[in-house]
């Protein structure tokens, strides 16, 4: 393809510190979370600033409550690699699980993401 001079070129679209986060959450889930929601408050203490995402993620089926439950035991340790960013905090607020007429779990979880500097 020939681009003249002065041609419109393809714009690359930025991706956010929150995509990021989804992406890794995703990975950390084995790709079973459906993500239903994302909050993001801006966070600042005197030293440091970032952010607080909220997430609630759903599991539907045995394979993928299993991922939840794997999921939820390895979050609060795990070593986000995100650009420019340290993951401080990652917590676990709330779980809702069902077995019947199918496994599904709802997993509610908080992550503060500070900017590194």
């Given at each position: 393809m020939h681009l003249e001079t002065g041609?419109?070129?393809p714009t690359r679209t930025r991706r956010s510190n929150a995509d990021h986060?989804?992406?890794a959450l995703d990975a950390l889930?084995?790709?079973q979370a459906q993500f239903l929601r994302h909050e993001e408050k801006s966070w600042a203490s005197i030293t440091f600033a970032g952010a607080r995402h909220s997430w609630r993620l759903r599991f539907d089926g045995a394979d993928a409550v299993a991922a939840a439950e794997y999921l939820i035991a390895e979050l609060p340790e795990h070593e986000f690699t995100i650009p420019g960013q340290l993951v401080a905090d990652?917590?676990?607020c709330a779980v809702d699980h069902t077995m019947l007429p199918e496994p599904h779990m709802i997993v509610d979880l908080?992550?503060?993401m500070l900017e590194e500097s």
């Open positions: 041609a419109m070129r986060l989804r992406d889930a084995g790709g990652a917590t676990i908080e992550l503060l």
